[in-house]
């Protein structure tokens, strides 16, 4: 993050106080349970959100070489990205022109395709989408008038970072989506970093509890008392709007001692975790020495796929420094799967009882009244 940015957001967290109560939001807000629970606006949400896009698929390092390829639902739509030849990226439909299998694994990555193999009857694609063979049929396809082509979506590779339309054949303009927060992405260089792990689990509640868990600090004092908490400070976090995106900055609990050293000298990177929500599907988390990306794949109303990837500024040169970002892989989910989603889980589940007709949201926590206005807004529009 530039410098001049970091002293801006430095220069909110010192004019905040020691409470940090000048970071809280103007007004409170509460929303209904249904938010969370009611299928025809899941459905709304799958379309407009999620299909209709724009989303972010990854980071370019995730396809880095020509045959790399990444996959993963949106909105439902299986979408493989897929490295060309000339260095481009290409995004298809992640099914057989023939009866609908997968070409790669749903959900996965890899290096060195060369073809698309359907593992189910074996017709192959050009990594251009185009079908190249239908062997040993004996000519059984000859009169099929139908395009056998791949489908191919629009994407758009910008800052490092890739974008797709799942639905839809508008081209993506990344400048537009982003709302303002490409200067700041931009500035993370995001191109160099190299893709270490990903890790992906199934949880019972609302996509939406996802960004819930990352939006406030309130919580930690007290949910994660045992872990980060006496870390970090619970008393706000830095927010800043961009579109429907936002920026929120989680501080530690020792920030003010940057406030001693000469102001053009402060850093914001040590005290500061620094989280992009590209909503409706990313969280783009910048620490010190890494970045962590989040991605969340609504299976249903209830139920989502979360998936951390860890990412390096440059290949590690030795096991023991790879081992540095998988030990920080392995920290960030020990808290979030084992204190955050659990209780996700449990407050999902009694917004489906009924027996809740509303969450209430505090001027502390304006990041989460800024996303759920946001999603708001997007499905009233579409
Ligand atoms: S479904 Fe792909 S070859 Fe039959
Ligand atoms: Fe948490």
């Known amino acids: 993050m530039r410098q001049e940015r970091q002293i801006e957001l430095l220069e909110r967290v010192a004019a905040a106080g020691p409470r940090l109560v000048g970071l809280h939001g103007d007004a409170s807000a509460t929303n209904p349970a249904s938010a969370y629970t009611d299928r025809d606006r899941f459905d709304i949400e799958q379309r407009v959100l999620f299909r209709e896009g724009p989303v972010f698929f990854g ?163 007290t949910l994660h008392k045992d872990s980060i908490g006496p870390v970090f400070d619970a008393n706000g976090i830095l927010f800043e709007p961009f579109g429907r995106h936002l920026l929120a900055v989680g501080l530690r609990n020792d920030t003010a001692l940057e406030f001693d050293k000469p102001k053009d000298e402060w850093s914001l990177l040590p005290y500061g975790t620094i989280q992009y929500f590209l909503v409706p599907n990313a969280l783009v988390v910048h620490q010190l020495d890494h970045f962590e990306i989040w991605t969340v794949e609504p299976i249903s109303v209830g139920r989502t796929r979360t998936t951390a990837s860890m990412y390096a500024p440059a290949e590690p040169q030795s096991t023991r420094e790879r081992e540095y970002f998988v030990k920080n892989l392995d920290l960030l989910l020990g808290v979030t799967l084992n204190e955050d989603f659990p209780v996700m889980q449990e407050i999902q589940a009694t917004l489906e009882s009924g027996a809740l007709p509303e969450l209430v949201y505090g001027r502390i926590e304006p990041p989460l009244i800024h996303f759920h206005r946001a999603v708001d807004e997007a499905i009233a529009a579409g």
Request: charged share 25%.
């Open 59 to 221: 980071l370019s390092g995730d396809v880095p070489s020509p045959g790399s390829y990444a996959s993963m639902r949106i909105g439902g739509v299986p979408i493989v990205v897929v490295r060309q030849p000339d260095g481009s990226v290409r995004a298809f439909v992640n099914a057989c022109r023939h009866r609908g299998a997968p070409l790669v694994e749903p959900s996965g990555r890899g290096d060195g395709l060369r073809t698309f193999n359907c593992p189910y009857h074996a017709w192959t694609y050009e990594l251009s989408g185009e079908l190249r063979a239908r062997p040993l049929t004996g000519g059984a396809f000859d009169d099929v008038a139908a395009d056998c082509d791949l489908i191919e979506r629009p994407v758009a590779e910008r800052y490092g970072m890739i974008f797709v339309r799942p639905e839809g054949d508008d081209a993506i303009d990344v400048d537009a989506f982003l709302a303002g927060a490409e200067d700041d992405l931009a500035a993370f260089g995001l191109g160099d970093y190299v893709h270490i792990e990903s890790r992906s689990s199934e949880w019972n509640m609302n996509w939406k509890m996802f960004f819930d868990t990352f939006s406030e600090t309130y919580h930690i004092r």
